[in-house]
């Protein structure tokens, strides 16, 4: 009927996400002619200036690429620069990095579901006018990223652009009595999070069924965070040194973010062809992983009725919830068992070499690379935060889920469609234009 | 002098029990993050067996070895001074309701008896002057109220570090008589003399039902303390405080300065400083406000403002303040100077300057 | 009438905002206190809005963000920037020593798309400031007192003393002394609570310069602890290389020789 | 009692905007044994406290025996004293005091009294000048001197000249910069001091103002021939608990809250005039 309808939306600035982004959308005769996650930030040039630097010097630069999750940050360049140092950390520091990590996704994801996403699916602009109709959910929500933030605190001296990390390992351990009070803490947090996956369930997640490719990682005794393969829904099982051959980001002329495509055969250093689009974050991990998950979140997830893994990318909602509920039985396990430690690092003897490091930011994996001369000084690295990856992915279901929608809705529908499901995502906008590669083809 | 009595090493916890017993909380020196620090203490196992400080100006190691004491050092960072005069606190509090009308309320300290174990005669003889500093004139209720009940088990110093200088001040190395402790130990590498200074105290030991010191016990206490004495190599010009007046326009007050990072650490550490500021801390809804107070130092701007203009614009005049109010004007306010040679200033001032190198160097007028 | 408030993002990493979203129910208690007109991460939207404060977050560093910060200030009763991007250029600001130009080049294959102004710049340097909120990143305390103030119709308190005092009011030890860690805490403003001296580590000044920082003589210590030139320029060219303090001094220790 | 240090809640009766940064509050304590039980003396001050905000020391300059009223002149120049400017009749405000030494209006019974201000005056000499006004016969000659910079910093000029018509009173005024309209003397304040016409052996000198000002005008007064102890200066230092405790107010050995803010003229002269005492 007005299929010949001209219509231009633009969303100058994306409310709700961290960072600052745009929507061009330009429908003509029925299709989409134009459609765009217009990334506007500066970039920030930071692996220019990790160029030069110490070692000790590399967890406080990167944490400021992003202060959502700097941990991730922090915790992907120790990895990395210790496998160069062939430096062992040890079961107590991999254990308190669990647990740190624990933090970050907690504060993380509660804010997500809470303060960006749900009112979307509630019909609010922000988070404060919902409180009016939802003040327990609300309050809920800052409880636990409260929470989340006191675990990070408590290791990390602060939970944005935490102090406490160090190549090698932690600065200082807590306290005996620190860890039980937190302990009381995530007990008492617990049933919360089982009844915010619940809740979850119950917000109106629209339905739509697509085809995409998960990417997250894998290791064999546990649910993946902060280290493992790099495994796909199709297939794909890979160390994480691999990683450039299969995946590559590109410079889209509409935004100051790289993005990054996926070449399922390999080889994607020298590929002339495009790749394909691919998801990190909660939705893969948990398409991936579910296995893997403790019992009782899987028993809670099934509750809901949804099955993993889920081709309706609503359900990353679900999947953030569901990890909320996970990382609170793992910062449980892990602060029960807590004991001080005199060494809470190795100390690190600095070599040359070339050296990777990839986990599970919240919103998925993070790698880098990094190269370092005799003295333990930064030559050349690479940074590939989650939100480049999801970059193409979040076009790709943009264009499918405003055709699925009919793009002969009204034009407020439209674009309220699309910023949700790029909220969805939960873009980080600000880590993505935060890097920017060395090597660039130019052909 | 009261009688002395012998508390064999291995009987240590006898001395934690009796206190407990009486009702204090006991508070003894730890070694924590690399330094002798107070804290709360119920075991005589969580004394510092062996460990020993090594402070040279802007320097303070702790080393471990094989030792059988527990009070072979010389001092940590604090004194009593936080134990009774906190480093930050609520003085009082603020409540305004809709019609503006505002109720204050008092914030009073915890209620607790309280015993040091391990407490220097210099930090005694500093002691002495923040009573007469907190006591005096208006009292402070706060500090009256945590220095009410506190019970001293002093120490004498068998170990003075490089940095003291007690003996040049006269406060040290072992306490004189009426210097206000309730018990004092001289250790041994066997155990503790012991012997009382207060009513409290006699009452106390004679719970213990120990013997008595030998002969041979007391004089190798007095020997120690001799060597203590000798083994000290800083002190003050004579007559400090008269060498320094008419000293302020000394070239030295510059070149201190150059050095100086008006860090305020010395007067952080320092047992007799008491300057404090006070704070407005209002809660964000407004409907009531904290009124709190914290350490200041004569280092800080916020010390000397005044509308508009600072009293002490430039690291020179902050560190002369800080030095000639020790030194100099000290005496004209509590009868002698503010220093007790405790050497907590040298050691701490991350880059080292040293008072008792400046007080020599000032005495000396205008060469430098 | 509630006073109207705006958060503006600019080059940045978003930490401080967070100094509002991690605020807990403080947040909930500040949306009854004023109304927030924008703060596009919280889902408010209007940029163009005259509001009664402002808080910056972020550096300006490229033309659209120096007409952004002109437009901002005309609709500003009183401007507050938060954080060291925002206070002092940021670590960003490292980019301000380089040929960035190259920098670009060599990294976008589209590089006429990427408008950077030359540098990475304070807000004060293009408009004016009422109040400066130093830190990287702000915390909610800092916010709290700021906001609290301002509600009473008074300037907030300047924090400006060295960290060493909030450290020592903590009673933590010197990591300098003990360690000989080279710590910045003794040039670096107070205002975080000593964090890093409190988890056992140097401070690296991520506050920016206190009031009458020695840097010279700091220097002069680092160097003391065995850190050669390079590694003391390295030093004050951290998280607020651009405040100048910090900027004349590593210019006298670039390129210098053990 | 309450710790000295705790306010007591008082409320604003009266409030006169004098000049417009300059404006009197006049406060009643609102716990009627409160404001019984108050004493107060001339040259001493007050604790003032602005809700959630902070603490100013202003001096009182109601008279003593005025049991109804306690008057503060304050000038806004600042975060407290700029909002405590906005207070309207009917607010309240925290107060303590009355702290410190005040003016020797004892020992200057049945003497002239010399007063001597300077800069942008100075509120705590109203309070004496006030004083000697109410009890003109137990004083002898009342002289008034004022220096400031410029013709136009002078606030209060109706006040002076109401001054000037009392009996046995007598206002001198200098600006170091005079003008067409400027009817007084031209120069620092010691260029009075021969107009003046000073009874040396039998006058108290009381003074206010910027340090190096007093440190003038007090040396011209010796070389008239005033005896030193009977030169008296107020001080002003940085004061946060006005008991003597907090240290900021110390100069040398003294501390300006409790030893001052009124000192003789040897009491404190070893400390005038060194930059940074
Ligand atoms: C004994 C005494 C009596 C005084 N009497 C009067 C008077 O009668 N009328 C009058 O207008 N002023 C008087 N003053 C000066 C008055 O106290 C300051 O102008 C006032 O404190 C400025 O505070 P503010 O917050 O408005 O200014 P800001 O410059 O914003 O000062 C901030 C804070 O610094 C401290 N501070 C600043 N200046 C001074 C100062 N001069 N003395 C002590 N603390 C200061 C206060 O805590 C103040 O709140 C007196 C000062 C003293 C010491
Ligand atoms: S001045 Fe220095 S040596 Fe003297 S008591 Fe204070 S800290 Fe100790
Ligand atoms: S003025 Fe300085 S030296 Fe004196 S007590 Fe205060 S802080 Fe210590
Ligand atoms: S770097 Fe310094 S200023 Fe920053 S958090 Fe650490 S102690 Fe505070």
Redo the contacts with the bound molecule.
Sequence with gaps: MNGSREIDIHVPVLARVEGEGALDLKIRDGHITQLQLRIFEPPRLFEKFLEGRDYHEVTDIVARICGICPVAYQMSASHAIESIFQAQPGPWVRAMRRLFYCGEWLESHALHIHLLAAPDFLGFNSAIEMAAQYPEEVKRGLRLQGLGNRILRTLGGRSVHPVGVRIGGFYHAPAAETMAALLAECRAALPEAEALVQWVATLQLPEDDQDFVSVALRHPDEYAFNEGRLVSSDGLDIAIDQYQHYFREFHAPHSTALHAHYYPQGDALDSQAEGQPYLVGPLARVNLNFAQLPQAVQDNLNRTGVTFPSRNMFHSALARAAEIHYVLLEAIGQLENYQPSDAPYVAVTPRAGLGFGCTEAPRGILWHRYEMDEQGRVCRAIITPPTSQNQARIEEDLRLSLENLGLDQHDEVLRLHGEKVIRNYDPCISCATHFLKLKVDRE | MSSAVFLPHADSQRLFDLLHGAGYQTLAPQARNGAIQFAPLASAQGLPWGQHDEQRPGHYRLEQDHSPRAFAWANGPQALKPLLFAPQETLWQVERDAGGQMRFAAVAPPQQARAVIGVRPCDLAALKIHDAHFLGGARDGHYAARRQGLLLVAVNCSHPAETCFCAATGDGPAAAEHSGYDLLLDELDEGFILRAGSETGRALLGQLGLPAASAAQAQQAERQQQDARDIQQRGLPKDVSQGLQGQMDHPRWQQVAERCLACGNCTSVCPTCFCHSEREQPALDGVSSEHLREWDSCFTS?HS????HLVRESGAQRYRQWLMHKLAWWPEQFGRIGCVGCGRCISWCPVGIDITAEAAALCQGEQA | MKPTVAVHKFSSCDGCQLAFLNAGEALVTLAGLVDIVHFAEAGYLDEEARVDIAFIEGSISTPHELERIEKIRKNSGFLVTIGACATSGGLQALRNMHDKDQWVEGIYALPDYIELLKDSRPVSEFVKVDLELWGCPINTRQLVMAVRALLFGV?PLEEHDKVCLACKRQQQVCVMVTKGEPCMGPVTRTGCGAICPSVGRDCYACYGPSELPNTAAMARRLQGLGLPPEQIAKRFSFINNHAEAFREEAKNWQGAKS | MNDLRQPHEAEIIERVQETPS?YTLRLRFTDPAVHAAYRFAPGQ?NMLYLYGV??????I?SDPEDEHIVD???????????A?ARLQVGERLGVRGPY?RGWPVEQAKGRDVVIVTGGLGC??VVSVINYVLKRRDRYGKLTIMQGVKHADDLIWREQYEAWSQLPNTQVLLSASEGGPLWPWHVGHVPVLFDKAALDVANSTVMMCGPEGMMIAAGKGLLEQGIPAEDIYL?M?????CAVGKCGH?QMGGQF??KD??VFSWPEIVARLGIKGV
């Design positions: 916020g403002y005044l509308h508009g | 300037l | 300059i001050f902070g603490e100013v020391p202003i001096s300059v503060h002149t304050i000038r806004a120049v600042g975060r407290v004293t700029d405590m410190g509120a705590p107020s002003e230092r940085n004061m946060q107010c300006v809250c001052g803010p």
